[in-house]
């Protein structure tokens, strides 16, 4: 168990529709990330909070965007959902912001179904 | 061409074999490195973590490092049917992660 807890595991909706999913990372850690896994795409990287501000933006989509509570805990929105966005969505969390430190443990997932 | 290139496998051993899985990288920026194990459906789990080239062991994985190749290498010694997963090498530089492919691996008893 790495610590970082993801809800929901599984997520069925329909295109169109807007999802939430939550993470919460490991107790002391600042910095969470949010990663799609798709099986064409493999792991990428979305967008990274520190301490509640957004820090690194990967390929994330117009549609999504996520924010980084106060008490750290982190939500990836999902909007106008497509066929594409199927896909599992990871959280990981760190401790610091960067550098030689920034060991990033993941959570279960969230496994994300448009129909 | 890939930042980070891994060998899909699947890549079959035997029990007690020592397997080898390898990435190869171009962006010479990339400062630390690490390997996940990845069970299907599951979170990636961090096996291994270094920032320098050399060697590191933790039990049965050592990881390796030739930044001057721009080659990591996981040697898992003793393989065990418990290690058949996707193995993800990932490198960073500042805060963002670049992670390879992965490589399937299936140890059969």
């Known amino acids: 168990d790495s610590g970082v807890t993801q809800t929901p595991k599984h997520l069925i909706t329909a295109t169109g529709q807007r999802v939430t999913l939550r993470c919460s990372p490991r107790?002391?850690?600042?910095?969470v990330y949010w990663y799609q896994q798709s099986l064409d795409q493999g792991l990428q990287f979305l967008i990274q909070?520190?301490?509640?501000?957004?820090?690194a933006k990967g390929n994330i989509l117009e549609r999504f965007s996520a924010q980084q509570f106060p008490d750290l805990h982190s939500e990836l929105n999902l909007s106008s959902l497509e066929l594409g966005d199927s896909a599992l969505y990871f959280c990981?969390?760190?401790?610091?912001?960067?550098?030689?430190?920034?060991?990033?443990?993941f959570g279960p997932g969230t496994r994300l179904t448009v129909l | 061409q890939k930042e980070v290139e891994q060998d899909p496998g699947p890549l079959s051993v035997p029990e007690g074999a020592i397997v080898s899985l390898n990435c190869t990288y171009s962006?010479?920026?990339?400062?630390?490195f690490m390997w996940y194990r990845q069970y299907s459906r599951k979170g990636p789990e961090l096996l291994m973590y270094t920032y320098s080239s050399g060697n590191k062991e933790d039990g049965r994985f050592t990881a390796q490092v030739d930044k001057s190749s721009k080659y990591i290498s996981l040697f898992i010694r003793d393989s065990q049917p418990s290690d058949s997963a996707t193995y993800l090498c990932?490198?960073?530089?500042?805060?963002?992660?670049?992670f390879g492919g992965g490589t399937r691996l299936m140890v059969k008893p």
């Open positions: 990981a969390s760190s401790a610091v912001l960067a550098g030689s430190n920034n060991e990033q443990f």
């Open positions: 909070y520190y301490n509640g501000e957004e820090r």
């Open positions: 107790s002391g850690d600042l910095s």
């Open positions: 990932a490198m960073g530089a500042g805060n963002m992660l670049t």
């Open positions: 962006n010479s920026a990339f400062q630390y």
